[in-house]
Nanobody
Framework: QVQLVESGGGSVQPGGSLRLSCKTS????????MGWYRQTPGNQREMVAT???????NYADFVKGRFTISRDNSKNTVYLEMRSLEPDDTAVYYCQTGLAPSPSDSWGQGTQVTVSS
């Protein structure tokens, strides 16, 4: 069973920055892709960024140039550096194993990101 624990969220003003962390356990972290996803009330969960086992990254258009996904295999942790945050970035952010997770997968609690003036 894979366990996921997100942290690092908070409340910031537009233009601010946050660094999210996702600690994983119960899987061979070095041999699986990881991704960050976000969800707002009334909307489906959407992909934010993914990273493969080889370190190749993919970003949603709405975060390109602002967010950076990375991983530290020694810590079984994936990060999301968020810069130039906008109000539309407000959401609960989740991490998940694999590059195409299903809504039926087991998701963690997520971490809340709020961007407002």
């Amino acid at each position: 069973q894979v366990q996921l624990v997100e942290s690092g969220g908070g409340s910031v003003q537009p233009g601010g920055s946050l660094r999210l962390s996702c600690k994983t356990s119960g899987t061979f972290f070095s041999f699986i892709g990881m991704g960050w996803y976000r969800q707002t009330p009334g909307n489906q969960r959407e992909m934010v960024a993914t990273i493969t086992i080889d370190g190749d990254t993919n970003y949603a258009d709405f975060v390109k140039g602002r967010f950076t996904i990375s991983r530290d295999n020694s810590k079984n942790t994936v990060y999301l550096e968020m810069r130039s945050l906008e109000p539309d970035d407000t959401a609960v952010y989740y991490c998940q194993t694999g590059l195409a997770p299903s809504p039926s997968d087991s998701w963690g609690q997520g971490t809340q990101v709020t961007v407002s003036s």
